[in-house]
């Protein structure tokens, strides 16, 4: 219904059909159209001559047009034909000027003898954009031939070949008329031209600024349409006049099918087709394809057979693109409204003028000029879409900008806020710390003063009884140099104690030095051998090592580990100290044989106060391996307890190796 009501408009614009082709009477005062005085004739095979056509059957087969030319595609030529008259005492020459310049071929013959069905009677005008304008008699922009004054009808026959589609428009002009046409319609030509290129020109900048790939591909798609454009109305013939003839095919076709392909490219940038939308994305790449394979055709002469295809998919995504852009107005899309109206604008003079150009209404110089005026519009108004909707988008992204910036600045207060609160703990800690560093300081400093006077004491009888057992000739006791060892050791300890305790109040860490370790080995051991009657094993290291660690806690942890050896294992038995060296760390084991198998739960061995099962009938308070461990970990260590394949219990101490001096 909707194409009837299309065609109904287009034969009213047109005027009614006629039975006949009436006689052309040309007038002074304007130009004369040709629409509805023309008669054609379709030559399928391209193989008819002038003579054919003057008389025979061929002269019968022709048929009067309701307006102007219009075949679509044809493989083959037409004819078609007129009849014109001029006034009495006007001008003695006037021009026949044809539309389009991007026809291939075209021949006029123009009656100047007497007898209308001899071909000697015709003059021939060679004319198309396949013939140089050099070659032509009268140079101009459009396709123009000279026709004789008369009072009696003369006749014109055009000749049309072509791979584009066979629309042919004419008009007949007195010589006045024609200057005063060129004048207008190079301003308006001009005027288009410009603002195809400030289109592109605008659309090809925010492409660079913004990044954006819409913007490149709608300033390709009018860059198509300007080049087009150079073509169809024979506008590049005034830059190059003698070499126009080899690239017009290609500009005007190259520049329909390219725009094809930057167009649908344009509407998968805009409607987001790659997301959401397969159908939508698949329908563009075939137009992509469609356009590509069109702009191919042409080297190979192909391009009237795939045109159809071409227009048909302009068409189609003409009307596609408004429904499209309508649902993103209801998506509140930014720039939706006027991306819509960019689209709606072309639409209703796109539909009939690519329905003419496939020869399915008929071709009229409202619905061709139609067209191009909406073509700029849309060029115009969508250019203001797309900058509308980059301005919107780019103030959405600075809302979220500083969106995010107030969020960013509130959480930096907030964490500043918690880091200030952690500080003051912290700083509070430190202080009680540093209370509790030095209450212990005190605290070492009066246990320190209340063993001093016993272990005086205990000194003092040792000395008087080794005097006496001297004055009296005896051995010594074995037992005294024990004792004296003891009292040293907790002496020893003491002052260590005191010093380290001094020390880390004054610089919050315990003292270190660099040492082998063979040497506290062979200190342990030759303090062990006073202590203890048993021995003790210490394979020697192959490969001796430093650390550097508190001596003296080190000394301690393992006098506390052998001593734990020597009371849980039996007494026949020997305690091994092992010392080896593994990657960057030194591996200490203290290795004693027991009766009784480590618990389940080794770690509850080194809790404060916890004692093991087989722990019966021997001293201690169960701090001692707690202490050790601690004091291990304060030199970067690590202290545990396993058992080995033989079922030796084996206190393995780790400690990092001392870095090397360079």
């Known amino acids: 219904m909707a194409f009837r009501l299309l065609y109904l408009v287009f034969v009213i614009l047109s005027s009614v059909l006629p039975a006949a082709a009436a006689v052309l009477v040309a007038e002074t005062e304007q130009a004369t159209s040709l629409s509805g005085s023309l008669e054609n004739l379709v030559d399928p095979n391209g193989a008819l001559a002038l003579a054919d056509i003057l008389s025979g059957p061929e002269a019968q087969r022709f048929e009067p047009l309701p307006g102007f030319v219009n075949r ?76 004789p004054a008369t009072v009696a009808p003369r006749n014109v026959y055009i000749r049309v070949r072509t791979t584009s589609t066979h629309n042919l428009q004419a008009w007949l002009y007195s010589p006045d008329n024609l200057i005063a046409w060129s004048g207008t319609y190079a301003l308006l030509n001009g005027l288009m031209l410009g603002i195809y290129l400030v289109v592109v020109v605008v659309n090809a900048f925010y492409a660079v600024v913004a990044r954006s790939a819409l913007f490149a591909w709608y300033s ?25 003839h080899h690239f017009n095919d290609w500009l005007v076709g190259g520049g329909v099918a390219l725009g094809l392909r930057a167009y649908s490219l344009f509407a998968v940038a805009l409607f987001d087709a790659r997301q959401g939308r397969p159908w939508l994305h698949r329908y563009l790449q075939a137009n992509i394809l469609i356009g590509a394979l069109t702009f191919v055709s042409i080297a190979f002469g192909w391009y009237g057979r795939l045109a159809p295809i071409m227009v048909i998919s302009f068409l189609v995504l003409s009307c596609v693109a408004p429904v499209l852009a309508l649902g993103a107005c209801r998506r509140d899309e930014p720039g939706s409204m006027l991306v819509m109206f960019g689209f709606v604008v072309v639409l209703f003079p ?26 700029i519009a849309q060029a115009v108004v969508m250019t203001m879409a797309l900058i509308q909707r980059l301005h919107i988008s780019q103030q959405q992204l600075l809302a979220v900008t500083r969106q995010a910036e107030a969020r960013a600045t509130e959480m930096v207060e907030d964490r500043t806020r918690e880091l200030s609160i952690k500080s003051l703990k912290l700083e509070q800690a430190l202080v009680e710390k540093q209370e509790a560093l030095e209450h212990e300081s005190r605290f070492l400093d009066m ?51 005191r010093s380290r305790e001094q020390m880390a109040l004054r610089t919050g860490r315990h003292p270190r030095e660099r040492f082998a370790i063979t040497s506290l080995i062979s200190e342990v051991r030759a303090a062990a051998i006073d202590f203890w009657e048993r021995s003790v094993l210490c394979p020697d290291d192959p490969s001796p090592c430093e650390v550097e660690a508190n001596r003296s806690l080190l000394r301690t942890v393992l006098l506390n580990l052998l001593d734990n050896a020597m009371k849980y294992s039996p007494p026949e038995q020997p305690v091994t100290l092992r010392v080896e060296t593994v990657a960057d760390q030194v591996e200490l084991r203290v290795i004693n044989h027991t009766a009784l198998p480590l618990p389940m739960d080794i770690e509850s061995l080194f809790l404060k106060f916890h004692r093991g099962a087989n722990s019966t009938g021997t001293n201690g308070s169960g701090l001692g391996l707690h202490l050790a461990r601690g004091m291990v970990m304060q030199q970067g260590g690590s202290l545990t307890l396993m058992a080995d394949a033989a079922g030796d219990v084996v206190a393995l101490m780790k400690l990092p190796l001392a870095p090397c001096n360079t």
């Open 72 to 147: 679509g595609y044809l493989t083959g030529a037409s004819w078609t034909r007129f009849t014109y008259t001029t006034p009495a005492g006007g001008s003695a020459v006037w021009y026949l000027r044809l539309v389009p310049a991007i026809l291939d071929d075209v021949r006029v013959y123009v009656q100047v003898g007497q007898n209308p069905a001899s071909p000697a009677s015709y003059r021939e005008y060679q004319l198309g954009d396949h013939f140089p304008l050099a070659g032509r008699q009268l140079r101009h922009l459009d396709m123009l031939a000279p026709l």
């Open 220 to 244: 390709l798609f009018v860059l198509c349409h300007f080049v087009r454009h150079m073509g169809l109305d024979g506008a590049l013939l005034a830059l190059w006049p003698t070499g126009t």
């Open 350 to 375: 796109a539909i009939p003028r690519l329905l003419s150009v496939l020869g399915a209404v008929p071709s009229t110089w409202v619905s061709t000029n139609a067209y191009l005026f909406g073509v």
């Open 447 to 497: 246990i320190s003063h209340e063993y001093r006077t016993p272990l005086a004491i205990i000194q003092t009888s040792i000395d008087i009884m080794e005097l006496q057992e001297q004055q009296q000739g005896r051995e010594p006791s074995p037992a005294l140099p024990r004792i004296q060892h003891a009292v040293e050791r907790l002496e020893d300890i003491i002052e260590s104690t």
